[in-house]
């Protein structure tokens, strides 16, 4: 059940939405079961994350078991598999035929994309479950230590590594550990923005990694304060989160805080119209318009644990992890859609076509397609 809960400036509504309308449906083109799970009910969910190819032709997902895999996003067949072990559930990330992730034996791993084959390794020092940044020579990623590493993208060796700054405060922070993990670094022309446990994020030069600026978004906060998604740019305005310390947007020159906006446990937001698209691990899905950062609608959800909001085909698509997959109107509470075969997902991914992919909880990998009545 979805439930509509006002902000202000409003109508004051309260009610839940009514079952999905008939303007469009998910249908289900083909699943593939990666992971046999047995007979024991407790065993772990899967944490994989889902990376798509720009054709949409290819993804790629690391499984609880250990693998990472290659698989045929028309056909659902597995054009390969890497053996990794220990469960991948980092986020894979696709440059040219490069494929790079990390895993929980602590490792970053560079393959390569067309057949798995491996091209080398890196001790990350620590499970490794954000998306690594890529460019032309560079793979960055930021370390379960709070540690961005930038690597030689051919070769997997280091070229340089930037600390989080040791203050009383952060000492004090770093006392609770992340809530979701490390950050995932953003790369804009010569500048990486990345966050830290202590919850700032700063803006590193590629080629040495000297700060430009750093920014503290914990807003007094000591606990849960981690900058762990991954920042957004929308046109001259940086988009932040702090777990604990809300959303802001930053001027990305100067590192000053233009807004910020309390909401805990945000995922990375999606511009859409003048405004963003977010989860909160509250269980709501909010709109906040870009240039001040106050609520323009929230829906509250029974589902508990929604992950980001993808924007395929003008509607808002969305998985939670107690529930099913949620189709919706970007700008009004409007429920379009739902897939619930199970009882949860880990992730889910979009590509060209209206062609939507989601991993659920038992390991069964889903792929959908939006079609109008």
Same mark, same amino acid.
């Given at each position: 059940?979805?439930?509509? @809960? ?18 469009? !449906? ?36 690391? $499984? ?32 040219? %035929? ?49 540690? @961005? ?11 340089? !590594?930037?600390?989080?700054? %040791? !203050?009383? *405060?952060?000492? *004090?922070?770093?006392? %609770? ?69 809300? *959303? ?8 000053? @805080?233009?807004?910020? $906006? ?49 924007? @395929? ?61």
């Amino acid at each position: 059940m979805i439930v509509l @809960v006002a902000c202000s400036g409003t109508p004051s509504i309260d009610r839940a939405l009514p079952e999905p309308e008939p303007d469009v !449906t998910l249908t289900v083109e083909w699943r593939l079961p990666l992971v046999d799970k047995g007979i024991f009910p407790y065993q772990p969910s899967e944490l994989g994350r889902i990376e798509v190819s720009r054709d949409g032709r290819t993804l790629f997902v690391g $499984t609880s078991d250990g693998r990472m895999l290659s698989v045929d996003g028309f056909s659902g067949q597995i054009l390969w598999e890497y053996p990794v072990g220990e469960p991948v559930d980092g986020w894979p990330a696709l440059s040219g %035929t490069d494929l790079y992730f990390g895993a929980s034996d602590g490792h970053l791993y560079a393959l390569n994309a067309m057949d798995g084959t491996l091209r080398w390794r890196f001790e990350a020092g620590g499970n490794l479950d954000s998306r690594p940044a890529v460019t032309e020579r560079q793979v960055l990623f930021a370390n379960a230590s709070g540690s @961005v590493v930038c690597l030689d993208r051919t070769r997997g060796v280091p070229l340089w !590594t930037v600390n989080d700054e %040791t !203050t009383a *405060m952060q000492i *004090m922070r770093d006392l %609770t550990p992340p809530v979701k993990g490390q950050a995932s670094p953003l790369v804009v022309e010569d500048r990486l923005y990345v966050g830290f446990p202590s919850g700032r994020i700063a803006s590193l030069s590629l080629d040495r990694g000297q700060q430009q600026w750093s920014t503290d978004l914990a807003a007094q906060e000591l606990r849960h304060v981690d900058v762990d998604e991954v920042p957004v740019l929308v046109g001259d305005r940086l988009i932040a989160i702090s777990f604990a310390g809300g *959303m802001a947007a930053i001027d990305p020159p100067s590192g000053r @805080v233009l807004w910020q $906006t309390p909401l805990r446990g945000a995922t990375r937001p999606v511009p859409f119209e003048g405004q963003l698209l977010t989860t909160t691990v509250d269980s709501r899905l909010v709109s906040l318009d870009l240039e001040t950062g106050q609520p323009r609608f929230t829906l509250s959800l029974s589902d508990h644990s929604p992950g980001p909001v993808y924007l @395929v085909d003008g509607y808002a698509l969305f998985v939670t992890s107690q529930g099913g997959l949620y189709l919706v109107s970007p700008t009004t509470p409007h429920l379009y859609a739902r897939f619930r075969p199970t009882g949860g997902f880990a992730s889910m991914a979009a590509a060209p076509g209206g062609r939507v992919y989601a991993l659920d909880n038992e390991g069964v990998l889903y792929a959908l397609r939006l079609r109008g009545r």
